[in-house]
């Protein structure tokens, strides 16, 4: 089945230790996304990449990294640079082309104590 | 200036009403398409449905319809004969070119079906 994997769908870590989440997807889609969804509050992006070895800054990149090595790959690295990194994250992609829309992982579920 | 905008933090609807959902958009680009996605309480988003800026007419899904009104630059989602299984979060996103295709989000509406 194509779809997007996300993992851990929880993750735990303690303050001011770098973790990364992966994101898979086997549709064969260009673009990826990583949103990050606080309690009660909707999406905001933190980066994403439109094409393998490229990718730019959402609206909340500060305290995050992506790399982009691979089409079907776009880990996430929350740095100890993140202030509140507690929050649930999204993984999305979608066909490069205006009129389509994007897939969604099942999310990942970080807590940092 | 927001993208998209939802007005409505919270509704609720009884189970086998109809409902409309409020969002509105602001973009100057001609071309550009118009989603609305579904997160349960499990925080899957699950995509619905879609219009873009040069469709004619509304679109339409099953139980959602979009009422697209190109000029007041809204695209309220309406879901017939609410189901139990329909509470739930819903966001209203927009793509548009002119900014790499990006995908802005609208903060969300909470929609709670009565029994």
């Known amino acids: 089945d194509g779809g997007i994997t996300q993992s851990p769908k929880y993750l735990f870590r303690k303050e001011g230790q770098n973790v990364t989440l992966s994101c898979e997807q086997n549709l064969n889609h260009d673009a990826m996304y990583w949103y990050r969804q606080d309690p009660g509050q909707g999406l905001r992006l933190i980066y994403y990449s439109q094409i393998v070895n490229d990718f730019q800054k959402g609206d909340i990149a500060e305290g995050y990294s992506v790399s982009r090595e691979k089409k079907e790959s776009f880990p996430l690295t929350v740095t100890s640079a993140q202030k509140n990194p507690t929050a649930f994250y999204l993984c999305?992609?979608?066909?490069?082309?205006?009129?389509?829309?994007?897939?969604f992982g099942p999310g990942t579920r970080l807590t940092v104590l | 200036a927001q993208k998209i905008t939802q007005t409505q933090p919270g509704m609720f609807v009884q189970e086998k009403e109809a409902v409309t959902l409020d969002c509105t958009y602001d973009t100057s680009d001609p071309s550009y398409g118009l989603f609305w996605y579904k997160q349960p309480s499990s925080g899957e988003m699950i995509f619905l449905i879609y219009?873009?800026?040069?469709?004619?007419q509304n679109a339409t899904e099953g139980r959602y319809s979009l009422n697209f009104q190109k000029a007041r630059k809204s695209a309220n989602l309406v879901i017939s004969a609410s189901q139990l299984g329909d509470s739930a979060m819903y966001f209203c996103a927009m793509r548009e070119p002119n900014t790499g295709n990006q995908f802005y989000f609208g903060t969300g509406t909470s929609l709670t079906v009565i029994p």
């Open positions: 219009q873009g800026s040069y469709d004619q």
């Open positions: 999305a992609s979608s066909i490069a082309v205006l009129y389509n829309e994007q897939f």
